[in-house]
C-alpha cells in the first residue's frame, strides 16, 4: 500500500551567501520557514520542487521538506528543519544573531 502523502515545502540554500530559504507561492524564496508555501498535493509538490531546481542561479540543494500548518504558516515537523530555521550552528551568527535562541 502507497504512503499517504504528508505536506511539504520546498527549501534550498541561498547561492551567494548560503542562507537556509524557502519557496513561497509566489515563487520568491524567503529566509522565514512560516513564509513557505505549504504543499499539500504529492503532484504538485513534484511541480514546485522543479520550479525551484530551475532557478540553479539563486539556489542549490533544493529539497522537499516536511511540513505541517501552524498558527503563522508552516511549521517544521522533523528535527533537522526545525534546526536549519534557526541558522548556522556557531554562537551569534546569521539568523542567531537577531533572536533569542
Known sequence: MARQFTPKVV????????????LTADNSWSRHHHEAELIEDEAHAQL???KGESQ???????YLAD????????????????????????YLHGKQEYSNV
Open 67 to 90: 511540513a505541517k500548518a501552524g498558527p503563522n504558516g508552516p511549521e517544521p515537523t522533523h528535527f533537522r528543519e526545525a534546526f536549519r530555521t534557526r541558522g548556522p550552528s556557531n
Open 56 to 62: 540553479k542561479q539563486t539556489v542549490v540543494g533544493v
Open 48 to 50: 514546485r520542487l522543479l
Open 11 to 22: 527549501t534550498a540554500n541561498a547561492l551567494l551567501e548560503g542562507d537556509v530559504v524557502y
